[in-house]
T-cell receptor
Framework: GQNIDQPTEMTATEGAIVQINCTYQ??????LFWYQQHAGEAPTFLSY??LDGLEEKGRFSSFLSRSKGYSYLLLKELQMKDSASYLC??????????WGAGTKLIIKP | GAVVSQHPSWVICKSGTSVKIECRSL??????MFWYRQFPKQSLMLMAT?????????EQGVEKDKFLINHASLTLSTLTVTSAHPEDSSFYIC???????????FGPGTRLTVT
C-alpha cells in the first residue's frame, strides 16, 4: 500500500528553527509537495521537490532524498503566524496526490 | 499563482435537503478537479476525482449517489450533497490541477452544517 508518515504535532519557540520530516512509500514518484493549512482554511502551496537536494524559498526550505523516501520542511525565524498544519503530499505513478495526515505546528512565544 | 474559487463559503441546511457547491478555476483551464472532505482536526480525505466531460471517479467508501459531481466545463465542477444528514457536516474543499507540475490549487473551502 501507499504510506506517508509525518509527526502528528510539534512545538517550537518563536524565532527558532524547526524541521518537519516526511517519509513515504508510494507506487512511483513524480514529486513531493508541502502545503500549509491554517485552521478552518484550505491548504496553500509551499514547495515542490522532484529532484534530490535542498530548495530554499525565504524562511522556508524543503529537502528531498528519493533514495531514502524522505523529505523535510525547514522553517527558520519562526513567527506566531507559522502556527498551522503542514501537509506532505507525494505524486504517485498515476499522477495522483497521496496525502500525509499533516503535522500540527504550535509556536510558543 | 492560479486561482480557484468556491461557492458558497458556508451553508447551513436542514436534514433531508440537497446542497450544491461550485468550484471554479478562474484563470486557467482545469481538466481535472478534486473534491476533498475534512473533518475537524483530521487530514484531507479525497472523495472523488472529476475529469471534464466524463464521470467522476469516487474513492472507496464514498457514495456516488449521495455526492453527485458534475464537471461540465474546463472551469467548473459542482458537488451536490443529496439528502444531507448531520453526519455530512464537514469542510468541503475542491482543487484544480494544472498540467505541470501536477500542483493542485485549492479553493477556499465550503463549511457545510446540516441541522
Amino acid at each position: 500500500g501507499q504510506n506517508i508518515d509525518q509527526p502528528t504535532e510539534m512545538t517550537a519557540t518563536e524565532g527558532a528553527i524547526v524541521q518537519i520530516n516526511c517519509t513515504y512509500q508510494t507506487s512511483g514518484f513524480n514529486g513531493l509537495f508541502w502545503y500549509q493549512q491554517h485552521a478552518g482554511e484550505a491548504p496553500t502551496f509551499l514547495s515542490y521537490n522532484v529532484l534530490d537536494g535542498l530548495e530554499e524559498k525565504g524562511r522556508f526550505s524543503s529537502f528531498l532524498s528519493r533514495s531514502k523516501g524522505y523529505s523535510y520542511l525547514l522553517l527558520k525565524e519562526l513567527q506566531m503566524k507559522d502556527s498551522a498544519s503542514y501537509l506532505c503530499a507525494v505524486v504517485d505513478s498515476n499522477y495522483q496526490l497521496i496525502w500525509g495526515a499533516g503535522t500540527k505546528l504550535i509556536i510558543k512565544p | 499563482g492560479a486561482v480557484v474559487s468556491q461557492h458558497p463559503s458556508w451553508v447551513i441546511c436542514k436534514s433531508g435537503t440537497s446542497v450544491k457547491i461550485e468550484c471554479r478555476s478562474l484563470d486557467f483551464q482545469a481538466t481535472t478537479m478534486f473534491w476533498y472532505r475534512q473533518f475537524p482536526k483530521q487530514s484531507l480525505m479525497l472523495m472523488a476525482t472529476s475529469n471534464e466531460g466524463s464521470k467522476a471517479t469516487y474513492e472507496q467508501g464514498v457514495e456516488k449517489d449521495k455526492f453527485l459531481i458534475n464537471h461540465a466545463s474546463l472551469t467548473l465542477s459542482t458537488l451536490t450533497v443529496t439528502s444531507a444528514h448531520p453526519e455530512d457536516s464537514s469542510f468541503y474543499i475542491c482543487s484544480a490541477r494544472d498540467v505541470l507540475p501536477y500542483e493542485q490549487y485549492f479553493g477556499p473551502g465550503t463549511r457545510l452544517t446540516v441541522t
